[in-house]
């Protein structure tokens, strides 16, 4: 469970961690700013992942925004040190992956660097991720003029040679971002080792779509269980993460929410089952 699908609840980590248990799910993707205040706080990562591996979890993925993709090679040196310190916190609780979103270059203002050198840039956070021992995950963004189309994703990650270079799809940002499902045959299945699972109505629009129009799997168009037929036939064995950002979620009791998410989660993996 990313915990973005309970943020409007307002939850701090360890009660996110209790819901994420409580509801039955196997792993938790935290968001950075959430260890962050637990450490600010006073918390001792210590005790955090001892609670998270007693609760029957372990940290799948995180969250963090850290900037090293930006053209001001300043701002880049600074994001890569964000990163350094975010993925620290990360190998501390027992994880080894991390989100990299093109932050710095997804605006419509922020100019959209070559695809060369955003290659460059990524496999400089792949040496970071590399020295700390958590893996900077490409994340696909489909609003972002950059890193928006599995193409671009794959080319990067391709380019960046790096032994840690892997990707981060997700349901509704590949829908965003207006590229077709098939091209995830494309992407070795091994260096996926983390999918946003989620679902999205056929209305508003795709141009005008938003993270807060997400909906559980099952009860939006995506076809998922083709989909996941496909990743599932090429080998695909990472983890399925349920990031919802919806408002009317927000609004409900955290563990029904969660629990609500597992359950349609799980229903479309056993629709892929039975395609087979």
Known sequence: MNTST??????????????????????????????QQYVQEGGQLSDLRSKIEDAGLFVASAIGFANWISDDQATRQEGLKQARADMQLVFDLGGQLIAAPPIGAHRGEDRSPPLEQV???YRA??????????????????????LSRLGELAYVATE????????????????KGGSDFAG?????AS????????DYPDSPPRDQIGDKDRVFPGDGVCPLPQVIRQLMDNGFCGTFSLELF??????????EVAKEGLQKSKAVVDAARRLG
């Open 160 to 175: 960046a040679a790096h032994p840690f270079a892997c990707v981060l799809p997700d349901f509704y940002h590949i829908y």
């Open 246 to 255: 919806n408002p009317e979620y927000w609004n409900r009791d955290a563990t």
């Open 125 to 146: 956070l792949c040496d970071v991720g590399q020295q700390v021992g958590v893996k900077p995950q490409l994340e696909l963004w489909g609003f972002s003029p950059t």
């Open 191 to 198: 260096k996926m080792h983390c999918f946003h699972i989620n």
């Open 119 to 121: 290659a460059q840039r």
């Open 184 to 188: 995830l045959g494309m992407i070795e």
């Open 6 to 35: 309970i943020r409007g609840q307002k939850l701090s980590i360890d009660q996110q961690v209790d819901v994420a248990a409580a509801a039955g799910y196997d792993g938790i993707e935290p968001w950075i700013r959430d260890i």
